[in-house]
């Protein structure tokens, strides 16, 4: 039923489907009789068939035979063309309204006229179309009044039968706002001509005729105006007597249809300014359905019109039919029955999956239907048959699973009283994962998982229920949700024992598990409640000794993963570790053993020469790793060797590979491919440089390998490839081999900055689903991810990235480009990755940031040049003044510890980038706040220190400790500064720690 709000295409040429093969009519073309087309369309239109005879599912070759056969006046093969295509497809209304136009010209005979009728009936069948039922309800008005006028010959049609269809076209036309009119004034006219042919009309038929005008005038439509004025000429013809109290009534009631009609006004508007967009039919649906459940009575007819206004020109989106089978299963709308019958609702279930048959969820539902109906069994496995058959639901698991669940809960529902019917289930069961499995498999055995909770319940059986999990656990075994369901299943039959194997079967394959985590906190939480101590401990034991293997592991990945990025980077962190240990328990020990300050000046001494003493790069032994196969070596002799070590430990001779040191201008150097990859899919990717003599893979995980060229011109053009795109945001890294290199190349690894393996996509509906976009493309090569970016309308359109296992995947899918789907020019393109913005915005964050550096280092400079030392006391003031804190060595909290001052001068000497950097662990006691940027006094003053580090003590300084208010009029006692934390800490404590005066020259003499 296509509406005239924006009918479909017919040209689309992207239509998901398959049902079907084409009539073997299309064979039996007598090419000796056909006169009127030339050599080459008939040359077309064969191999049209032929084509349409292997591939039924191609909408568009359907379109061009049709045309072709059309254009050549084939009309026989013309009609059974149009046959094949709409047992494949729904047809669009253009392609309705030319075939019937067709064959009511050729029909003459009342046989080819009731054909005539039926076509109609067809055509009504698949979308709503006003067009198409006034044609209808036009013809069987026009057939009638012909056979009235020859009364000896038999009618085509009925007046009785005729009414059956002007009744049937107002059910489902009548709540069409705009156009509905046509219909019920068509039906209308025909009443009233019949009502005037009689000599003495009925009070039954003038009263019936006089309610119909008052219900319609309750409908909200465009021309209630026109339907009240013919109202009112009915009555003054035929009901005079009554036609003030009618028409006062009938006012009434068209006064609150316009109301109706005002509120929705707007949204009407809005599909005519959108040219019937998707966004504003979801908009009018949702307005609509709040409104019918605020305030009766619900108008379920105008929303079910509205669904098949929508459907008419969105019909390839399956949430709008999702929706609309979700409506008409509503409890409100299920007790109207003065809308849809059972039937009618089926019909609707029925045309949702021939309009998109990929989505198991529309499967799914028109099963759900058969039961709500109490259709026989049969009917559900005949569907699912179909369903099975259909190459777009098959080429997609997961939708397959969602009709085989719903087949499988319905056998269960219907047949699971004895053990007959167990029986009948279980191998229902069985079919169905057989036919998963043939489809590709499902890898969330959700089938399996139906299955094992029937056989834990109803069915009993716990033996097979066990023996599923297993087949689960066995075929994905690193999933840590398949372990805690088979251990939850053990413990909801009261199999205890048999749950604490699973959790221990779990715990000892935590190294493969995707969440090692989650299946030792499930077997903790377990023994909680169902073990005793000693269960409980192994449990702790166990878990705790395999997430250390399972950490070493993590951190192994990540060593190897980066290893050729940067091969110090491990030594040097190892080197970098062992200091801040060695300092951390320095000063636990100090913290704990200080007594003297003799004591305390070797422990800092020993700590401050861990710090100054630059930590030495340790120089990489290049050890490449071995080639795993015999066959692939390069041998040693064709390579230099002048450069190779002459002594090697036994360990290094295992993993020494067959390639000498020094660099080989033949070679290429490769890495930073996918896990996974062959040496023939590099031969592959390099043969068109060269002749390739030697391809080895090598590393712990193949992460690396040597191309070897016949000559270096070969090599030297295969660098072509560095910064290939090899999926996953991987740019591939080729050099020419280089073993005596400490880094294998300098910088971080390249990304593309044009995806081969992805492909960005625009132009599509913001509601589309990524299984739907996953469909779609699978009709040229099998997506293996795909991503949407939803954006709202006012703030632009909805992209997506799609991506391909191979570079030759995605460029077979750049076929979609410009086809039209959705009412819309798909806009496919390789995805560009923007790099250089992206360092654009880097370089202003790392300006910034210098700045802000900048900024707070000259104003600490200045802070302590204002500040000075004025607390130090004469005593003092012939010691140097300490000199300042090591900044990129100490944490910003902490002062650096210094050295003695014969090795001052030494460290000074020492170019300041070869201190390396070691957090120390002997912390100021000043806040930190305070020792990261000195703040503003009230006389906008830096402030004081509350005492000076420990490094002015270890220099020889002392300072003046004031005391406070009392002694401040004339004591001028004074006190040492503080040697150490330790020593500040107990000062604080026993209140001997005093500040300064405000001024400090006031208490000296």
Request: hydrophobic share 35%.
């Amino acid at each position: 039923m296509a509406s005239t709000d924006s009918p479909p295409d017919s040209s689309k040429d992207v239509h998901l489907d398959s049902h079907d093969d084409m009539d073997d009519s299309f064979n039996d073309v007598d090419m000796d009789n056909v006169s009127g087309p030339g050599a080459e369309a008939m040359t077309a239109i064969t191999a049209l068939k032929t084509s349409l005879e292997q591939h039924p599912n191609q909408y568009e070759q359907h379109i061009q035979l049709i045309t072709l056969l059309k254009d050549s006046d084939m009309l026989d093969e013309l009609r059974n063309a149009r046959k094949s295509m709409s047992k494949s497809f729904p047809l669009a209304e253009g392609l309705w309204l030319d075939w019937i136009k067709d064959e009511v010209s050729l029909a003459i005979s009342e046989e080819e006229k009731k054909q005539v009728l039926e076509l109609y009936e067809k055509a009504t069948a698949d979308y709503l179309s006003i067009t198409i039922w006034k044609s209808y309800v036009d013809y069987a008005i026009e057939e009638h009044m012909e056979s009235m006028e020859d009364p000896d010959e038999e009618p085509v049609i009925t007046e009785d039968e005729v009414r059956t269809i002007c009744y049937r076209a107002i059910k489902f036309t009548e709540y069409h706002i705009p156009e509905s009119h046509t219909i019920w004034n068509a039906w209308m006219d025909f009443e009233l001509q019949l009502l005037e042919s009689q000599d003495s009309p009925s009070s039954d038929h003038i009263n019936k005729l006089k309610n119909s005008f008052q219900e319609r005038l309750t409908v909200p439509h465009n021309d209630i105006d026109g339907t009240l004025s013919n109202l009112s000429s009915f009555m003054t013809k035929y009901a005079n007597s009554e036609y003030e109290s009618t028409m006062a009534h009938s006012s009434e009631k068209a006064s609150k249809a316009r109301g109706i009609l005002r509120r929705l006004s707007d949204f009407e508007d809005q599909l005519i300014s959108t040219g019937n967009s998707l966004e504003a039919f979801v908009a009018y649906l949702e307005y609509e359905r709040l409104q019918s459940s605020k305030s009766p009575p619900r108008s379920y007819g105008r929303i079910r019109t509205l669904f098949e206004r929508a459907l008419a020109v969105h019909c390839l989106v399956p949430n709008v039919w999702s929706d609309y089978l979700s409506f008409l299963m509503s409890p409100g709308f299920a007790n109207k029955d003065i809308d849809l019958n059972p039937t009618e609702i089926l019909s609707v279930a029925e045309r949702s999956h021939r309009n998109c048959p990929w989505s198991g969820d529309l499967w799914e539902s028109r099963i759900l239907f058969l039961e709500m109906y109490s259709r026989p069994l049969s009917d559900v496995e005949d569907l699912v048959n179909k369903a099975a058959a259909d190459a777009s639901l098959f080429a997609s698991p997961t939708e397959l699973v969602k009709v085989l669940l719903a087949k499988s809960v319905y056998i269960f529902r219907k047949t699971a009283r004895d053990e007959e019917g167990h029986a009948r289930v279980r191998e229902c069961f069985k079919q169905s994962i057989t036919t998963v499995q043939t489809a590709g498999g499902d890898p969330y055995y959700k089938l399996e998982r139906l299955w094992i909770d029937l056989e834990a319940g109803a069915l009993g059986d716990h033996r097979k229920a066990r023996g599923l999990w297993e087949s689960i656990v066995t075929g994905q075994k690193t999933l840590s949700e398949n372990w805690i369901g088979f251990a939850e299943f053990e413990k909801r039959v009261g199999n205890i024992k048999g749950a604490r194997v699973v959790f221990g079967r779990g715990c000892q394959a935590s190294n493969y598990l995707d969440w090692p985590e989650r299946v030792h906190e499930a077997w903790l939480a377990f023994e909680r409640a169902h073990g005793d101590v000693h269960e409980y401990k192994d449990a702790l034991t166990k878990c705790r000794t395999a997430m250390r293997g399972v950490e070493a592991n993590r951190s192994k990945a990540a060593l190897e993963q980066h290893a050729y990025y940067d091969p110090s980077a491990a030594a040097a962190a190892a080197s970098t570790a062992a200091p801040e240990v060695e300092v951390e328990k320095a000063a636990t020990s100090d913290k704990k053993k200080r007594k003297g300050s003799a004591a305390e000046d070797s422990r800092v001494s020993k700590s401050a020469k861990i710090e100054e003493t630059p930590l030495e790069t340790p120089t990489e032994t290049h050890i490449e790793p071995p080639l795993t196969h015999k066959e692939d070596k390069i041998p040693e002799k064709a390579l230099d060797d002048s450069t190779a070590q002459p002594t090697e430990s036994p360990d290094q001779k295992k993993l020494r590979m067959t390639i000498s040191r020094g660099r080989h201008e033949n070679t290429c150097f490769v890495t930073n491919f996918p896990a996974g990859t062959t040496d023939k899919q590099l031969k592959a990717m390099f043969a068109k440089y060269g002749t390739i003599e030697r391809c080895n893979l090598g590393g712990k995980f193949r992460t690396i390998a040597y191309v070897q060229f016949t000559t270096s011109e070969e090599a030297h053009a295969a660098l072509e490839l560095d910064g290939h795109d090899m999926g996953q945001r991987r740019g591939l890294i080729v050099k020419i081999s280089d073993t005596s290199l400490a880094k294998r190349h300098d910088g971080p690894a390249p990304k593309p900055t044009v995806s081969l393996h992805e492909l960005h996509v625009k132009k599509f509906p913001n509601e589309m689903k990524e299984s739907e976009l996953k469909k779609l493309f699978s009709l040229y090569a099998e997506p293996i991810d795909v991503f949407i970016q939803r954006v709202p309308a006012s703030e632009g359109e909805a992209w997506a990235n799609v991506k391909f296992a191979s570079e030759e995947d995605a460029t077979t899918a750049l076929a979609l480009n410009g086809h039209e789907y959705y009412g819309q020019n798909l806009l496919v393109t390789r995805r560009e990755f923007h790099m250089q913005e992206k360092k654009n915005r880097a370089s202003r964050r790392e300006d910034k940031h210098a700045q802000r550096v900048a900024a707070r280092t000259g104003q600490e400079e200045k802070s302590t040049e204002g500040h000075g030392h004025a607390s130090l006391s004469s005593s003092s003031s012939a010691m140097p003044p300490p000199p300042p804190p090591s900044t990129g060595t100490v944490s910003d909290a902490t002062e650096a510890p210094q050295v003695s001052t014969s090795d001052s001068s030494k460290a000074t000497a020492k170019p300041k980038s070869e201190k390396p950097v070691v957090k120390a662990t002997l912390m100021s006691m000043a806040p930190r706040h305070v020792a990261k940027k000195p703040m503003a006094s009230r006389g906008g003053r830096p402030p004081r220190p509350a005492f000076l580090g420990h490094s002015a003590v270890l220099a020889g300084a002392s300072t003046t400790v004031s005391t406070s208010s009392d002694a401040s009029a004339g004591s001028g006692t004074s006190a040492p500064a503080p040697k150490s934390n330790a020593d500040f800490r107990e000062k604080w404590l026993s209140g001997n720690l005093k500040r300064e005066p405000e001024n400090p020259g006031d208490n000296q003499d």
